[in-house]
């Protein structure tokens, strides 16, 4: 975890936070001639280089995603046309009570970004299959994919990413744009003017000000489309006493 795509509340994380070490779990090596298997720190970029280095195609997409391989598995993290839930044969996990346990692709639940695999394990490694490839080929899939997310996202601002999923059917930044919330600010919290699903601290927001601007434009996407937006980014932890952000605005003016 890199926390890249998490927004944790100003009142903290009332438990323990985890977070794997790069010395057990952060390493990336090859099984067989196509597959892969990767700790859960291993961030997406090494996975995609390592797999670049070995001409295996169908892991382009991992070069533009700011997290890890642990983040991917549960976010079912996708872009430019390549998911998570496409390249993963089995996920490594540990519980509360320290049982492993494997999870087949089927065990993992995925859908568009989420995976309904129990909420409490830890996912320690993962194999993956990909496909022989051109190192070329996949190497102008990897440029594409920098470029792309150059030119369309503020990958250089604080953010988390895609504040909202995208309904069926529907782009949610087209919504928010329709709802008129491009560049909408609370204090510090602002819809990027680049990309209006992209969240931003602009400098010293705090989670307060993140979460109210995003259930305000839900409020606001709600009105003018009807459609209720669905956050993608997870918000964890507890208020701050007084500084409680109520579910969905709109349910409470409807
Ligand atoms: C600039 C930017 C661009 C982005 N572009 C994309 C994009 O194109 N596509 C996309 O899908 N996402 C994108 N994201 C969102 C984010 O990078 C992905 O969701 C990523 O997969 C999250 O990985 P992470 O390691 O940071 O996870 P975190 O944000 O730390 O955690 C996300 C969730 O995964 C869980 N988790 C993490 N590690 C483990 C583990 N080992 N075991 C069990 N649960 C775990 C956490 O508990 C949490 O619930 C973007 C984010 C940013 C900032």
């Known amino acids: 975890m890199l926390g890249s795509n998490l927004l ?18 952060g390493d990336v090596e090859l099984v067989s001639e196509t597959r892969v298997k990767a700790g859960t720190i291993c961030p997406d970029k090494n996975l995609a280089a390592m797999t670049l280095d070995h001409g295996i195609g169908g892991f382009a997409f991992y070069y533009g995603i700011p997290g890890t391989i642990g983040g991917a598995l549960r976010m079912n993290a996708g872009a430019n046309g390549g998911e ?18 494997v999870l087949s692709n089927a065990d993992m639940g995925y859908s ?13 490694h993962a194999v993956f299959e990909g496909y022989p490839e051109d190192k070329a080929k996949i190497r102008a899939d990897m440029d594409a994919v920098r470029q792309h997310h150059e030119t369309v996202q503020p990958i250089h601002e604080k953010t988390g990413g895609s504040t909202f999923k995208n309904p069926e059917g529907h782009s949610a930044w087209k919504l928010i744009d329709e709802a008129g919330c491009r560049g909408m600010m609370i204090g510090g919290a602002q819809m990027s003017p680049m990309h209006c699903n992209f969240m931003i ?4 927001a705090s989670g307060y000000e993140l979460e109210y601007l995003g259930e305000t434009v839900r409020q606001r996407v709600f009105e003018t489309s009807g459609i209720s937006l669905e956050w993608e980014i997870k918000r964890i932890g507890t208020f701050m006493p007084g500084y409680e952000v109520k579910e969905f605005l709109g349910e409470l003016t409807a």
Not at 8 to 25: M, N, Y
Not at 85 to 93: I, K, L, Q
Not at 112 to 124: E, G, L, N, Q, V
């Open 8 to 25: 944790v509340r100003d009142g903290g994380i009332p438990g323990v936070v985890i977070r794997l070490s790069a010395k057990g779990f």
């Open 84 to 101: 998570t839930r496409e390249r993963v044969v089995e996920v490594h996990a540990v519980d509360r009570q320290g049982n492993t346990h």
């Open 112 to 124: 568009y970004r989420h995976s309904s695999a129990p909420k409490d394990i830890i996912f320690t």
């Open 201 to 204: 601290n602009t400098g010293q």
